[in-house]
């Protein structure tokens, strides 16, 4: 991509930059903020470093790119007092980074940003993306995504959430020649450690780490660099000397004493000797330009949002649809519940998957409304299409009724999934969503593209943490640096995923090793069969890896182990092999037990339906149970098990019973209620009722012999025996159910051949 990079001075800006070189991109042009008025040094800005502005002039003769600048307008204080409001006055809980989400806002110096990008837009209209040197703070990150996403470019913040210690080092090493312009903590003195070389101070700021817990990149404020030399300083071979500057002290003779130097004078020198670069480096490097115009930015900052909104009529005027084609579940718990939402047999009426979408999406949000709810709402979302060659006209679609301006206090995570719809008699489009009835969710949107984990470009996150429950997007084996998938195959991407995944986790102090409740992994048919059973060899050593490190890194957390479903499906999206759904457990308290509850009770539904407990029921069932707070349940019917089941209802041996071919409804339907007696079982021996349910997905495969409105009717038919029978069960009119069709579902990847495989999700609060 053609990249216009933001340019501050400083060392993590430049080095942003070499990281866009070495991932591929072209630096076309260059942009930077600075004060009105050109004597002062540091205005009190959250967003912006300033000091050393007078010098970044010669950043364009260094680099032989054309530098766009704009005079500060705006201040922080707008947005600020929103945001304040909404923590503190309105009391809406969440943590900092989901509270400083950026809405458009006159007079805010974030304008400024956008009237300096847009107009490098305009003047060159090839470039696509947006280079900043984040590293940490989610105030700055999420501020250039607004500006971006306003002018549909790229974020890329390749030091995001990198470790400082290493980063730092890689900057000296890499050619990073930079000396402290301010100094604002413990343990840095201006009269010391002013003008000093990042690596001279190297040793230095690693023991101020360690005595006082500063980040020794400066990230909270502690110091400020100014870049002088470094490899992209090649087009005229020089580098800058600061000739003569003025020590500026604040708050002189305090614990953390503040001084900034005011550059006087400054001019260009060559270079004495050329800095070591690998061949592909050169010639990276040497293909920066040879213009080295400064262009100032000018003009008053917009006085209302520039967006414009979608059209309602765009969005309602869809084709009506009966409402025997509209196929509605839900589970019945109060504050926490899940919808789900498909089409019956409109494969032949369909116009195609957005419009099935915009149907099933409209639906969804009349039962939201209904309920006095919006998509603000919504934590996670399913959404499973019937092609994924429709991904990029689906989004098109989705991105219509789930927007950011929607999602205030954050937008749902997702999953998409491409499933044998049209085989099961269903329509283009199936969305199951996890609805709260509170604003209390945290999530995790970076749309960046960095080397941390692959960004979320639009209105999906990479994870949402409510009560406890972290529920993550799926993901898939991208090279987060290149949004790429790992071309080395199935396990491969298995790993690279994984790693997504942690670093996913890590962000909200949990790991996917230690904290995980479950693991869906979805698995294309793509995969070769010899290579199904090393997807799940490379899990199982990947999260045994992980564990050993967080018990040598002192980890004291309480360690679940996860229950794992594999999910054959047709594709996925990017054609990628596998994708990886983990739900954790973060404890607010660390002391909280993991071990299940067991509570005896005598089971009038196994006695009504004539079912007795043995020993290979066991076989059938995985359960991750969090004492008081947790339920999660996988439950596996294959072949065996259902020649066991109907030969125990038959009265016959179970060498005399076939089930290869074909399973007859009324074997499912026995099927049916030995999976509710199990369930139920399960729920009630671990403290927990049918109420505290928020999803059931019961998975068949496309190849049965059953259909799948036949097989939603014998559950449906099971639930309500099971509510006669114990009346402590209490549903509603609708199923709890949501009836998924798949290729092949299974608890091993290397035998996903279940004839039902049922997925159980209960909480308490």
């Not at 805010?108 to 590293?135: C, H, W, Y």
């Not at 730092?168 to 890499?174: G, P």
């Not at 799940?536 to 996860?562: A, N, T, V």
């Not at 794992?564 to 759904?581: G, H, M, N, Q, W």
Request: contains cysteine; negative net charge; charged residues 20%.
């Amino acid at each position: 991509m053609k990249v216009v990079a933001l340019v501050s001075g400083g060392k993590d800006s430049c080095y942003a930059m070499m990281k866009c070189i070495q991932y591929g991109h072209e630096i076309v042009a260059l942009a930077n903020l600075m004060p009105a008025d050109d004597s002062v040094d540091e205005l009190d800005s959250f967003m912006y470093q300033t000091v050393g502005h007078q010098i970044i002039v010669s950043y364009a003769e260094c680099m032989g790119l054309p530098l766009f600048r704009r005079r500060i307008q705006g201040s922080t204080r707008q947005a600020l007092l929103m945001t304040f409001m909404a923590y503190y006055v309105l009391g809406v809980k969440r943590e900092m980074h989901q509270s400083l989400n950026y809405k458009t806002t006159p007079g805010d110096e974030v304008e400024d940003m956008f009237m300096l990008l847009n107009e490098v837009k305009r003047q060159i209209p090839s470039i696509t993306a947006v280079s900043s040197g984040a590293i940490a703070s989610d105030y700055q990150r999420l501020r250039v995504e607004s500006v971006c996403s306003r002018l549909g470019l790229v974020s890329l913040a390749y030091l995001w959430k990198q470790d400082q210690s290493l980063l730092l080092q890689e900057m000296i090493t890499n050619g990073i020649l930079a000396i402290t312009v301010k100094v604002a903590a413990i343990g840095l003195e201006p009269s010391k450690h002013l003008g000093k070389e990042i690596a001279f101070l190297n040793t230095h700021l690693h023991k101020l780490k360690e005595l006082y817990g500063i980040n020794v990149c400066g990230e909270g404020g502690e110091y400020e660099t100014l870049t002088l030399d470094c490899p992209l300083f090649v087009v005229s071979n020089a580098r800058i000397v600061l000739d003569e500057f003025q020590t500026v002290l604040h708050s002189p003779g305090s614990i953390a004493s503040v001084g900034v130097i005011h550059p006087l004078t400054f001019h260009l020198e060559n270079k004495e000797t050329a800095i070591s670069l690998s061949n592909n480096d050169k010639a990276n490097y040497s293909s920066l330009g040879k213009n080295g115009s400064v262009f100032e930015v000018q003009g008053d900052c917009p006085q209302r949002n520039e967006a414009t909104c979608q059209s309602n009529a765009e969005r309602t005027n869809l084709v009506e649809v009966s409402d025997d084609r509209i196929y509605i579940s839900r589970t019945k718990k109060d504050n926490i519940f899940s919808i789900c939402c498909w089409l019956q047999d409109s494969c032949k009426n369909s116009a195609g998957s957005q419009e099935d979408l915009a149907i099933v999406l409209k639906h969804i949000e009349s039962q939201l409304t209904g309920c006095g709810f919006g998509w603000e709402h919504v934590l996670y979302i399913h959404l499973y299409i019937a092609d994924m060659n429709d991904f990029a006209t689906v989004n098109e679609t989705y991105v219509r009724f789930i927007t950011q301006d929607k999602c205030p206090f954050g937008v749902p995570s997702r999953s998409t999934i491409e499933l044998p719809m049209l085989q099961a008699s269903l329509g283009r489009a199936y969305v199951e969503v996890l609805v709260a009835n509170d604003n209390s969710k945290n999530v995790l949107h970076v749309q960046s593209i960095s080397s941390w984990a692959p960004s979320c470009i639009g209105p999906y996150s990479q994870a949402t943490l409510h009560k406890e429950i972290l529920h993550m997007a799926g993901q898939l084996g991208l090279d987060p640096a290149t949004m790429t998938l790992c071309n080395e195959g199935p396990s491969a991407e298995l790993e690279q995923a994984l790693e997504n995944s942690e670093a996913v986790a890590n962000v909200f102090n949990c790991s996917i090793s230690t904290s995980a409740i479950v693991f869906t992994i979805y698995c294309s048919t793509n995969i070769p069969l010899p290579e199904r059973l090393t997807i799940q060899e490379k899990q199982d050593s990947f999260l045994k890896q992980m564990r050993l490190l967080q018990l040598e890194k002192g980890s004291k957390c309480k360690i679940l182990y996860p229950i794992f479903l594999y999910v054959l499906v047709p594709d996925l999206p990017k054609r990628a092999f596998v994708e990886v759904k983990p739900i954790l457990f973060v404890p607010e308290d660390t002391e909280t037990a993991v071990t299940s509850v067991q509570n005896p009770t005598s089971f009038t539904v196994a006695n009504c339906w004539g079912f007795q407990h043995a020993q290979w029921h066991d076989s059938c069932i995985q359960s991750c149970v969090v004492s008081g707070k947790i339920c999660a349940v996988i439950l596996s019917i294959t072949e065996d098990h259902v020649a066991k089941i109907c030969s125990e209802s038959l009265g016959v041996k179970e060498k005399d019973v076939d089930y290869h071919n074909s399973v007859s409804k009324g074997d499912m339907e026995r099927v049916s209620r030995f999976c509710v007696y199990l369930l139920d079982k399960g729920i009630v021996e671990n403290g927990f009722s049918w109420e505290d349910t928020i999803n059931l997905r019961i998975y068949f495969p496309t190849n049965s012999s059953i259909q799948l409105e036949t097989l939603s009717l014998l559950f449906k038919n099971a639930m309500n025996e099971l509510v006669e029978i114990d009346r402590r069960v209490q549903i509603g009119k609708e199923p709890i159910f949501n009836i998924v069709p798949v290729l092949g579902s299974g608890s091993s990847a290397a035998s996903m051949n279940n004839i039902i495989t049922c997925e159980l999700f209960a909480r308490k609060f």
